[in-house]
């Protein structure tokens, strides 16, 4: 496993939550999730694998809400949840106390989140190009 540097708000920008076991990975999403409460838009996080570099581009950004989120993986190719293919228009998150427009087939159950920033953990940064939760983003 890596360690992962993640920022959520104001204070992680200054001072990033760090993770590098599953039990820390819990803490950072429930966190987020925490920081949502009384608010009316789930916030994002952005996450990448060179905790040791500020400057590190991040190579996730993932929105986690208490009951559904998304991911994005800022990659070539660009990838993205696969939610409901069906779903229309977007869906509010937090980014950085401005709103961000997700679109809404790619909003996903909290569970499907998990997985996937477990599989990132796991896998050193590398989310394995198969790996069924993800989907090229061809907008």
């Not at 920022?7 to 999403?29: A, K, Q, Y």
């Amino acid at each position: 496993m890596v360690t992962l540097r993640a920022v959520f708000d104001f204070e992680s920008g200054r001072s990033p939550l760090l993770v590098s076991t599953h039990d820390e990975l819990s803490e950072l999403v429930a966190r987020v999730i925490a920081l949502s409460e009384g608010e009316t838009i789930p916030s994002i996080v952005e996450i990448g694998v060179d905790a040791e570099n500020p400057y590190a581009f991040p190579a996730l950004q993932a929105g986690i809400g208490p009951e559904s989120g998304f991911v994005y993986e800022l990659w070539n190719p660009s990838r993205a949840t696969a939610g409901d293919p069906e779903a229309g228009g977007t869906v509010l998150f937090d980014y950085s106390a401005h709103a961000q427009e997700i679109p809404a087939r790619h909003v996903v159950p909290l569970s499907t989140v998990r997985s996937v920033l477990t599989a990132y953990l796991d896998h050193g940064g590398f989310i394995p190009a198969d790996f069924p939760a993800l989907q090229v983003v061809e907008d």
